[in-house]
């Protein structure tokens, strides 16, 4: 909710590195109501925080990694593009064609990249991490993805939010 002193409230929702909901502690199981929040979920860029903005009212989301997960990747001969690349499953029940140019590891070596038109960033769980880390090649030193003829480095640091 936005108070009068235009100060955006909590929604007393947390997401976890897993992408599991909860609310005030309890596991959010609705999956209408979370993917309700999804289609209404923006990212404050500056700030680095997930905010919901449903018909007009904000609050903002305690989001433990990022809000959404990568499930599964899913190798394909024609993508939306009518190329080969990795279909990416994820936790709001979407699909969407990996953008391979924005692949980093985070701490720990965990994979991201960048979803919905690169306005987010996603993090690859465990399975998901494993069906692209087949296709993954040591180039230089460095590691690469190659599709569709081309090598795409995979960036050692995912860029840091601006805060």
């Known amino acids: 909710m936005i108070p009068e002193t235009g100060a955006i409230q909590p929604c007393l929702i947390h997401i976890d590195k897993e992408g599991r909901w909860t609310h005030k502690g309890a596991e959010m ?3 209408d109501l979370i993917q309700l929040f999804y289609r209404n979920m923006e990212l404050d860029q500056e700030a680095g ?3 919901i903005n449903w018909q007009g009212t904000k609050c903002y989301v ?8 990568v499930t599964r990747a899913v190798l394909e001969e024609k993508t939306g593009n009518g190329k080969p690349g990795f279909v990416l499953h994820l936790n709001d029940g979407t699909t969407e064609t990996l953008l391979p140019e924005t692949l980093c590891t985070g ?20 399975p998901a991490y494993y069906q692209l880390a087949g296709y993954v090649e040591e180039e230089n030193g460095n590691y690469v993805i ?7 480095p995979i960036k050692p640091r995912c860029p840091e939010p601006k805060k």
């Open 107 to 126: 701490d720990h070596h965990v994979l991201y990249c960048r979803i919905k038109n690169k306005t987010f960033p996603a993090r690859f769980l465990r």
């Open 62 to 69: 305690d989001v433990e990694d990022t809000a959404f997960v």
């Open 49 to 51: 925080q997930y905010l």
């Open 29 to 31: 199981i609705r999956q």
């Open 146 to 152: 190659r599709l569709d003829g081309r090598s795409y």
